[in-house]
């Protein structure tokens, strides 16, 4: 027995047909996609950040603990890869990724607040300014309607 083509668009294939992306705005909206750009940022400077780590590290930088300078890099990795996911899945639509976005732009904050109030103003703002316009813009219509999509359940055979 065969199964029926697939369409890999996602999209219905007919007016009846429930499939794919059916439940969801065929244009992302710019709010989404803001706060997908600010993620994916974070997600690169993270990188960055962890590619000079590792060249410190390798070229010889002293360090308290070697372990622990290797696991602050599987960090810095590990934050990067999960906040690229993050912004791949909010521009998708995915349901999930606005606690994510939001916990991610609340680290930046732990971090840029007081950034700002030691004196490294520019560096804080750099940080502050896109977290606050992410999480305000989280909390819009726009992308609370378009970040409604679940994971679907796998086919039965």
Known sequence: MSRPPVNPAGTPSSPGDAGGGADRPAA?????????????AEACALLAAAGWYAYELLAGSPVLSFWGAVFTLGLLLAFSAWL?????FLYRGYRWTR???????LFVLTVGVPAVTSGLVLAGLAMVVPAVIAI?????????SHASRTGSAPPAL
């Not at 606690?99 to 732009?105: E, G, Y």
């Not at 305000?136 to 609370?144: C, G, P, T």
């Open 84 to 88: 690229f996911a993050v912004a791949v």
């Open 136 to 144: 305000v813009l989280l909390f819009s219509s726009k992308v609370i």
């Open 28 to 40: 992302v909206p710019a709010a989404a996609k803001v706060v997908a750009l600010v993620a994916a």
């Open 99 to 105: 606690a994510a976005a939001l916990v991610a732009q």
